[in-house]
């Protein structure tokens, strides 16, 4: 079955890295043992790998679907996301341990500009995943070391000085834990994300009082 679920993938995304023939196999598996014991394992990054790898994840609830109908074992939403992360590793060529920490990274990101608005960001809805989606393309970016110009930059240090105050914190925080370095170009498109959001969250709360 593990190997059906992989020619599902490869169909959809071409070749995927071989490693992900044991890895997956035995993961499908172990979570196929752990269901029929009642052992259920929760994905804490379910949100992420959602708005992240949708395409992936897709591809997790169509095996999860294949599982169903040949081994009569309903699978969690949490283990689709686990397949879902093994498939996205493998076309990286990565290890799902270091996708998984990717993933872990962007979560913590959020939490910072969580934790500077006081606010809490609905993790399933659009506003949560167009953020750690600028926030994944930033990054990979500045790994690539490819700088892009932003000319509204002064314009949003003089307009927006909080949301580029919160914007330095989450660059320093790149660059302490990922020694990459971060530009005020990105910088300065990071603060309009984050102003967008602080807009957002008070349109719903003046919504929610009117």
Do not use: W
Not at 98 to 119: A, G, P, Q, Y
Not at 121 to 150: A, C, P, V
Request: glycine share 4%; charged share 30%; net charge negative.
């Amino acid at each position: 079955l593990g190997e059906e679920i992989i020619a599902m993938a490869e169909r959809e995304f071409g070749p995927l890295n071989s490693h992900i023939h044991i890895a997956l196999t035995d993961h499908i598996s172990f979570a196929i043992d752990r269901i029929k014991t009642g052992l259920e394992m929760s994905n804490p990054f379910i949100y992420e790998i959602k708005a992240l790898y949708p395409d992936e994840f897709r591809i997790g609830e169509r095996a999860a679907q294949m599982i169903k109908e040949q081994l009569k074992v309903d699978i969690s939403e949490s283990e689709v996301g686990f397949i879902a992360l093994h498939i996205h590793a493998a076309r990286q060529s990565k290890n799902v341990s270091e996708t998984l920490k990717d993933t872990r990274f962007i979560k913590e990101l959020v939490s910072i500009i969580e934790e500077e608005l006081l606010i809490d960001i609905d993790s399933t809805g659009l506003t949560y995943s167009r953020l750690i989606n600028h926030l994944r393309t930033s990054i990979s970016r500045m790994e690539d070391k490819k700088n892009i110009k932003n000319p509204l930059l002064d314009t949003i240090k003089e307009q927006f000085k909080e949301s580029y105050k919160i914007a330095i914190k989450i660059g320093e925080y790149i660059e302490k834990t990922k020694n990459i370095d971060v530009s005020e170009d990105e910088l300065g498109y990071l603060a309009l994300h984050i102003e967008r959001i602080k807009e957002t969250i008070k349109c719903v709360t003046e919504s929610n009082q009117a």
